[in-house]
């Protein structure tokens, strides 16, 4: 059957009335009326033929056509149904063609695919430590200091052996077995192009077992914040797979180290050069990290106060360090007549300090006094502590000196030097007991 829209069409009338098509020019070519989508009534009229030719029309799903001869059109003479085809006989024949043909034909109406209101959302692929430890790296690079250092813990340590796995796979003993993995595996002592990593024996000496247990806690430690960076985040629905793994126990706990006596910093001063002298006086005499010292202008010294200023460093708080008389003289000689602009410490050439060069000049100077292990930077700030820890000084004080939020790494270095310090208090301020 013809659908609404043939039906109306008034194209049709040409066809319907035998008059209608005596107006139809004669052509070769075929006058197609759609009856449905993809099906067609045709009418034939040859100039050389004494009547037009009914003909159906179909398209099929490979793209080509397929056409039936009806029957003649009843032009001159009437209709038999057979072979002379009235148009209602002509639209039947075609409809039963058309109906034989429907497993080959293209459908006859377009079915129309409406979106959804809310489409299909396919899930995210599964977020993995890789994805997490990335993620905590650009934090960590924004937001915190010593970004390569850090990259390169998580990269060879964290992101190789375990940044394929989804997070909701982690278990305890699977994090267990990693960080103990740390510890015993054999140690990378080279790399090569050619030959890759070389690894060296595994470290069977206590005090090289206390170093290894104690890089595997920092990097138990950047793990736990990758984890839990991701955890409050969303990225996962619990940390129990990680909160319950433990740190290795007096991983920090290594032996005293010895601080520079009167006599060595005497020989070490004589025996350094003149600008390297003032950078070794400035560590010895405020505490300072060698970076700080490095970074410290002469606008940073308040003589009224007998204070330094100490700019953003290691921890990004900026504090200030109280000096004694012998400091405060200290730093007055070297401030003496200059900008308050101009940096504090300059080497002889007039450029800025760098920590190679001040490493260098250290380990001249140490060579020359015969001291042995040679002075690093951070023992002239160690040496500060422990003779600030042995004069007595609480050790609160000593954490704000040396910029310090907190007394624990002070009372794990230092609390053994001032034993005095606790007996003095219990003797002042410990109220009798029994009477």
């Known amino acids: 059957m013809m659908d609404e829209n043939s039906v109306n069409d008034p194209r049709w009338t040409r066809l319907i009335n035998r008059g209608a098509r005596e107006t139809i020019y004669h052509r070769k070519d075929v006058y197609y009326w759609r009856v449905r989508k993809c099906r067609a009534l045709g009418y034939q009229k040859k100039l050389t033929a004494p009547r037009g030719r009914w003909t159906a029309y179909i398209l099929l799903k490979n793209g080509k056509a397929?056409?039936?001869?009806?029957?003649?059109?009843?032009?001159?003479?009437?209709?038999?149904?057979?072979?002379?085809?009235?148009?209602?006989?002509?639209?039947?024949?075609?409809?039963?063609?058309?109906?034989?043909?429907?497993?080959?034909?293209?459908p006859d109406r377009k079915v129309h695919e409406y979106p959804e209101v809310?489409?299909?959302?396919?899930?995210?692929?599964?977020?993995?430590?890789?994805?997490?430890?990335?993620?905590?790296?650009?934090?960590?690079?924004?937001?915190?200091?010593?970004?390569?250092?850090?990259?390169?813990?998580?990269?060879r340590h964290i992101v190789e052996p375990l940044g394929d796995i989804p997070l909701s796979e982690l278990t305890p003993s699977l994090i267990q077995s990693w960080f103990e993995n740390l510890v015993t595996t054999p140690p990378i002592i080279g790399t090569s192009r050619y030959t890759g990593r070389t690894f060296g024996p595994v470290p069977t000496d206590p005090e090289k077992l206390r170093k290894r247990k104690r890089t595997a806690n920092g990097i138990l430690r950047h793990l736990k914040s990758i984890l839990n960076r991701a955890y409050e985040y969303g990225f996962v629905d619990s940390n129990w797979a990680w909160?319950?793994?433990?740190?290795?126990?007096?991983?920090?706990?290594?032996?005293?180290?010895?601080?520079?006596?009167?006599?060595?910093?005497?020989?070490?001063?004589?025996?350094?050069r003149e600008d390297a002298r003032d950078l070794i006086s400035g560590g010895l005499l405020s505490g300072c990290r060698a970076g700080d010292l490095m970074k410290m202008r002469v606008g940073d010294y308040y003589g009224e106060l007998k204070r330094v200023r100490v700019h953003a460093g290691k921890t990004q708080n900026l504090f200030h360090v109280a000096l004694?008389?012998?400091?405060?003289?200290?730093?007055?000689?070297?401030?003496?007549?200059?900008?308050?602009k101009e940096l504090m410490f300059l080497r002889e050439n007039g450029r800025p300090w760098s920590?190679?060069?001040?490493?260098?000049?250290?380990t001249k100077a140490s060579e020359k006094a015969n001291i042995k292990p040679e002075v690093t930077p951070h023992k002239l700030r160690h040496t500060f502590a422990s003779k600030a820890a042995m004069a007595g000084i609480p050790l609160k004080v000593i954490a704000?000196?040396?910029?310090?939020?907190?007394?624990?790494?002070?009372?794990?270095?230092?609390?053994?030097?001032?034993?005095?310090?606790?007996?003095k208090e219990i003797e002042e301020k410990m109220p009798d007991i029994l009477s």
């Not at 599964?126 to 200091?145: F, I, N, Q």
């Not at 991983?251 to 009167?262: G, I, Q, S, V």
């Not at 007394?407 to 053994?416: E, G």
Request: overall charge positive.
């Open 66 to 106: 397929r056409t039936k001869a009806l029957g003649m059109a009843d032009d001159d003479c009437k209709a038999d149904g057979v072979k002379i085809l009235d148009f209602n006989q002509a639209l039947a024949a075609a409809e039963t063609w058309f109906a034989a043909n429907e497993a080959d034909a293209a």
């Open 118 to 155: 809310y489409p299909e959302v396919k899930p995210p692929p599964p977020y993995t430590v890789g994805t997490a430890a990335k993620h905590y790296v650009e934090w960590h690079r924004l937001h915190r200091r010593g970004i390569y250092a850090v990259y390169s813990a998580v990269r």
């Open 243 to 272: 909160a319950n793994v433990r740190p290795f126990k007096n991983a920090n706990r290594k032996p005293p180290e010895a601080c520079l006596e009167k006599q060595q910093i005497v020989a070490l001063l004589q025996s350094a």
């Open 324 to 340: 004694s008389v012998e400091g405060d003289k200290f730093f007055k000689r070297l401030t003496n007549g200059r900008s308050s």
């Open 355 to 362: 920590y190679y060069h001040f490493r260098v000049q250290l």
């Open 400 to 423: 704000s000196q040396l910029g310090h939020k907190t007394t624990v790494m002070v009372d794990r270095y230092y609390a053994h030097l001032s034993p005095d310090y606790v007996d």
